[in-house]
């Protein structure tokens, strides 16, 4: 983001590990600075998918309005592509309507994809080898390439989500065509709007004991039934919503007759180590501030005079 002193339109993000309370923070910013919501969030994509998405109940989405939520039957598969498509439309209508978007989310490749326009080191594009992988990922699943990924770039692979269909073929096609690794390659990040960010800094002890919590709070909201009713109607264990942390252990359970607390004990695992890989994602984000945890009324105000220092003559 350029540093000046007369921002008008930008937009502010919120994002973290999950469990952080980024919704919460979402919702009283978007008060604040008269904005609305833009999930950046993969799983709260899916309709249906909802105790294990944590996804904000009536009573916030009450409190601002959100988009991004529930804009994908779960039978369907969708890209980083589509997403930056759609939330791109929106996050303009937002501005145009001199609204602040207020990104939220803890999908840090939607955030990226919505935010930036990468040049990727200016490496030409391959049409032929693109259709290749295309009719690769039709016949065979992206699985096949993003294998072919970690075999000749594996510190790209390690850093991007199997569903980033778009970013394993670009970094293929960057190795095919001039055979050097994406990650030895300097990207140019372009950002499209100014933009803010924040995230909350917590022990990791008490992140983990918060995400614990969470499960167990999930698994008594009915987690369990919500996996059954989705199969029940049809969608597919092995469809790409249900590859979601949360959804894909219920399913594997239930194939292997493990119990609730082998279920319950997995999931906290796998979304221990999901947020490991989300605070190292977020480190990287440009202008990032870290909030200490105080109160509420005292982390807004220093949001605000945060902000105002550069949007205010």
């Not at 207020?102 to 594009?125: H, Q, R």
């Not at 109160?295 to 003559?313: Q, R, S």
């Amino acid at each position: 983001m350029v540093q000046t002193n007369c921002i008008d339109k930008f937009a502010i993000v919120v994002c973290g590990p999950t469990g952080s309370g980024k919704t919460k923070l979402a919702i009283k910013l978007a008060n604040l600075f008269d904005g609305e919501i833009l999930s950046a969030d993969s799983i709260a994509i899916y309709k249906g998918l909802d105790i294990g998405a944590a996804k904000p109940d009536n009573y916030e989405k009450s409190l601002a309005v959100h988009h991004m939520i529930d804009v994908v039957m779960p039978t369907e598969e969708f890209s980083v592509a589509e997403y930056k498509e759609m939330a791109r439309k929106i996050l303009f209508d937002i501005l145009n309507r001199n609204k602040t978007p207020i990104i939220c989310g803890g999908t840090g490749y939607y955030i990226d994809a919505l935010l930036y326009d990468f040049s990727y080191g200016n490496c030409p594009k391959d049409e032929e080898f693109r259709l290749e992988c295309d009719k690769i990922i039709e016949n065979e699943g992206i699985e096949v390439l993003y294998k072919k990924l970690q075999e000749v770039d594996p510190e790209t692979a390690q850093i991007l989500h199997l569903n980033d269909k778009m970013r394993i073929v670009r970094a293929l096609e960057i190795y095919h065509t001039t055979g050097q690794k994406k990650s030895q390659i300097v990207d140019e990040k372009r950002a499209i709007i100014p933009f803010f960010a924040f995230s909350y800094q917590d022990d990791r002890e008490k992140l983990y004991s918060k995400i614990n919590a969470r499960v167990d709070k999930m698994f008594d909201d009915g987690l369990m039934d919500e996996v059954k009713g989705l199969i029940d109607s049809g969608v597919s264990p092995t469809a790409q919503s249900m590859q979601g942390i949360g959804y894909k252990e219920v399913v594997d359970g239930l194939n292997n007759n493990f119990t609730i607390e082998q279920i319950k004990e997995t999931i906290k695992l796998n979304t221990r180590h999901y947020a490991k890989r989300q605070i190292t994602w977020f480190k990287r984000l440009e202008n990032l501030q870290y909030i200490e945890r105080t109160n509420e009324e005292t982390e807004i105000v220093k949001i605000k005079e945060y902000i105002d220092g550069y949007t205010k003559n």
